[in-house]
C-alpha cells in the first residue's frame, strides 16, 4: 500500500511539474491577427511569443511593409525560399518595402516579448507578361468580291 501511494505521489507531482514547465514557456496573443495570400497583419495588444505566415511570392513582386513597436520588443524575419533572409529587424524603421528576388514559399516569423504594436504587411503583385504588340501572327484577310477589270 505505501508502495502504491508513492506511486500516486511521484505520478501527480511530475504532472504538476509537467503543467508548470508548461505555463512557463506558453504563448500568448491579445490582438487582432490577419493572414491571407495578399496580406499579413498583427495589431498587437500584448505579445509573448512567435506568429508565422507564409506568402507565396513571385520575383518582382514588392511588400509594403509597417511595423511600429510601442512596447516591449518585437522581432520579425522574411526568409527567401533559398533560406537567405529578405528582412530581419526590431522595428527600427517604420514603413519600407522589399522586392522578392525569385519565385517561391517565403515564410514570416515574428517573436514578440512583452510586446504591444503592429506590423502591416501588404503584396504589391508584379503585373502578368502581355504578349508585346507586333510580335503576334498577323490576321489574313480573305476577300471574296469582284475586282473590276480583271
Do not use: W
Not at 6 to 33: Q, R
Not at 142 to 147: A, D, L, Q
Request: charged share 20%; glycine share 10%; aromatic share 8%.
Amino acid at each position: 500500500m505505501k508502495y502504491q501511494m508513492k506511486i500516486g505521489t511521484f505520478f501527480i507531482l511530475c504532472v504538476l511539474l509537467l503543467n508548470l514547465a508548461g505555463c512557463a514557456v506558453a504563448s500568448t496573443f491579445e490582438g487582432n491577427s490577419v493572414k491571407n495570400a495578399d496580406s499579413y497583419a498583427l495589431d498587437i495588444k500584448a505579445m509573448n511569443g512567435t506568429d508565422t505566415h507564409t506568402l507565396k511570392l513571385k520575383a518582382g513582386d514588392t511588400l509594403k511593409i509597417q511595423f511600429a513597436v510601442e512596447k516591449g520588443s518585437l522581432d520579425m524575419k522574411i526568409t527567401v525560399p533559398d533560406g537567405t533572409a529578405l528582412y530581419q529587424g526590431d522595428g527600427t524603421v517604420k514603413e519600407f518595402t522589399v522586392e522578392a528576388p525569385m519565385d517561391g514559399i517565403y515564410p514570416i516569423v515574428v517573436v514578440g516579448q512583452k510586446a504591444t504594436g503592429s506590423i502591416h504587411i501588404d503584396v504589391e503583385r508584379v503585373p502578368e507578361a502581355v504578349e508585346p504588340v507586333g510580335t503576334q501572327e498577323p490576321e489574313s484577310e480573305i476577300f471574296f468580291g469582284r475586282i473590276d477589270g480583271i
